[in-house]
C-alpha cells in the first residue's frame, strides 16, 4: 500500500526528483539545536505550502508534542513556520508539487531530548508519530519520499548537521528514525490495523457487559466477544448472550 523512497543529492534535486517520481507525499527529518535547555516542536512548511501541508504539519507537532510532553512553537504556537526561519528551510521544500513538511521535533543539545533521540524507544516513537501521519493524511497509499536532512548532499557531503549531546550526529539519527517509519508504513496493512484506545479503560469495557443501577455498577460480564451475539429480551428481561 506504502511505498517509500529515500532521495539524495541537492535539496532541489531531491525535490524535482521527488516530482517525477509521482510521490503522493514528502518529508525532511531533521533535528533542532540551540541551547542545553531549548525545548519545543515545530514543523516547517514552505511559503507556497498546500492547506494540506500545512493541518499535516500542525498535527505531526501535536502529535510530538503529546507523545513527548513538551511545547509547539511556530506561528501562534500553532507547531508550524511557514517559509522557515527568515526563510531558511523553505529551499528545502518549495520545489515540491505535493505536500511536503521538514520536522524538528526534538533539540538534540537539549541533553533529555538526545538521550530520546539516541534511545530506541524514544526513535521508535519518532517513527511512530511520522508514520501514522502519514497514514491518516494520505490513507489511499502511494509513494512516499523521505530526505535525510544534511546528509547525501553533493557539494557538502560530510554534513551531518547539530552534534548530538553524548555522540553522533543529527542526520544519522534522523536517518535511523526515517528507516523505522519507513518499515512500519511498507508493512502496514489497513485490515490489522487496530486503533488502540487513549483511554485504557475503552478497552477494558469494550469486552464486558455491566448492569447498572442508579449510575452504581452491581455487575460485570467479562467473558465477551465482538463475535458473539448480544439479545435483550425486554418482554422477560432477559439478557442472552450466544457465542458464534
Same mark, same amino acid.
Given at each position: ?44 512548511? *514552505? ?36 517559509? *522557515?526561519?527568515?526563510?531558511? *528551510? ?77 555522540? *553522533? ?76
Amino acid at each position: 500500500m506504502y511505498q517509500v523512497k529515500f532521495y539524495t543529492g541537492e535539496y532541489s534535486v531531491r525535490q524535482r526528483a521527488a516530482n517525477r517520481d509521482k510521490c503522493v507525499a514528502y518529508v525532511e527529518q531533521h533535528f533542532n539545536a540551540a541551547t542545553t535547555t531549548a525545548n519545543y516542536v515545530v514543523v516547517v512548511t *514552505g511559503a507556497n505550502a498546500s492547506e494540506t501541508s500545512k493541518t499535516w504539519g500542525r498535527s505531526y507537532a501535536q502529535r510530538i508534542s503529546d507523545v513527548f510532553k513538551i511545547p509547539m512553537a511556530g506561528t501562534g504556537r500553532s507547531g508550524i513556520l511557514v517559509g *522557515g526561519w527568515n526563510g531558511r *528551510g523553505n529551499a528545502n521544500l518549495k520545489y515540491t508539487d505535493m505536500p511536503a513538511i521538514l520536522l524538528e521535533p526534538l533539540f538534540v543539545s537539549n541533553p533529555t531530548q538526545a538521550e530520546w533521540v539516541r534511545s530506541e524507544e524514544g526513535q521508535n516513537k519518532l517513527a511512530k508519530v511520522l508514520a501514522d501521519s502519514i497514514i491518516d493524511f494520505f490513507p489511499g497509499g502511494g509513494l512516499i519520499a523521505f530526505s535525510v536532512g544534511h546528509k547525501y548532499k553533493t557539494r557538502r557531503p560530510h554534513d551531518r548537521g547539530a552534534a548530538v549531546y553524548g555522540g *553522533g550526529t543529527e542526520a544519522d539519527y534522523a536517518e535511523i528514525v526515517l528507516e523505522k517509519a519507513k518499515n512500519i508504513l511498507e508493512t502496514y496493512d489497513p485490515a490489522l490495523h487496530y486503533d488502540e484506545p487513549e483511554n485504557g479503560d475503552e478497552e477494558i469495557y469494550a469486552h464486558h457487559i455491566m448492569v447498572v443501577k442508579d449510575n452504581k455498577e452491581i455487575w460485570v460480564h467479562t467473558d465477551v466477544d465482538e463475535d458473539d451475539e448480544v439479545m435483550w429480551d425486554a418482554e422477560n428481561r432477559i439478557l442472552y448472550i450466544t457465542t458464534l
